[in-house]
């Protein structure tokens, strides 16, 4: 079946600093969503991406779609405190029916 | 508040004893989905309604799991016979129907078997 990996794991990032984390699909997918959750929280919808090369932003994260449709990436520039929790790309493909998979999440944490 | 609601959101039990969780969708939302969530793990999916129709399920759900939405709104999943591995966060969700639409999560209902 379907499966979505993401590195890194765990991401230790100074107040300030940069990073992206990667997300691959095993599939070639339709589409790929970004979600933040929030230590204690629920998975947070951030954004979606459809085409091919497709590149959005918001604020100070920059998201980014493959161009054969199988790996996406975050990237975070000028880290804040309010950056911290797990993100989690999940993709859907047209065999997958309306099931999202999700990747195992990359959880940020920040040093003032 | 017109988001996805879950109740309880807590919940701990015995091994061997059976529980229910209900969620409410957002309320145009005609798309339904369960997915259950371990601690440090991403969510899995489990299932999914269109209206009051189990579209997909999941080889995770065993025999022991079951989901309804009888009515096209609300939905329920019992666990019956709780075993430990069955200690998790439920996750619900609803989307509009179409391709690509945004799923919103619920805020969960823990389950801790003891």
């Known amino acids: 079946g379907q499966q979505v990996m993401q590195i890194p794991q765990y991401q230790h990032v100074q107040e300030g600093e940069d990073f992206t984390t990667y997300c691959n699909s095993s599939?070639?997918?339709?589409?790929i969503q970004w979600y933040k959750q929030r230590p204690g929280g629920h998975p947070v919808f951030l954004i979606q991406?459809?085409?091919?090369?497709e590149v959005k932003k918001q604020k100070r994260l920059t998201f980014q779609f493959g161009e054969a449709k199988k790996n996406s990436s975050l990237h975070i520039t000028a880290t804040q405190t309010t950056d911290v929790g797990t993100y989690f790309c999940?993709?859907?493909?047209?065999?997958?029916?309306?099931?999202?998979?999700f990747g195992g999440g990359t959880r940020v944490l920040v040093k003032p | 508040d017109t988001g996805v609601s879950q109740d309880p959101r807590h919940k701990i039990t015995k091994r061997g004893q059976n529980v229910t969780f209900r969620c409410d969708p957002i309320?145009?939302?005609?798309?339904l989905y369960w997915y259950r969530q371990t601690l440090g793990q991403g969510p899995e999916f489990l299932t999914y309604?269109?209206?009051?129709?189990?579209?997909?399920k999941s080889r995770l759900l065993s025999d022991r799991f079951s989901a309804e939405r009888p009515k096209g709104s609300f939905s329920t999943l019992e666990i019956q016979r709780t075993e430990q591995g069955d200690s998790a966060m439920y996750l619900c969700?609803?989307?509009?129907?179409?391709?690509?639409?945004?799923?919103?999560f619920g805020e969960g209902s823990w389950l801790t078997v003891v």
């Open positions: 969700a609803s989307s509009r129907p179409g391709l690509g639409n945004t799923i919103y």
């Open positions: 599939t070639t997918l339709s589409n």
């Open positions: 991406l459809v085409k091919s090369g």
């Open positions: 999940a993709g859907k493909s047209g065999a997958a029916g309306n099931k999202l998979t």
């Open positions: 309320s145009e939302h005609n798309r």
């Open positions: 309604f269109q209206n009051e129709a189990q579209l997909e």
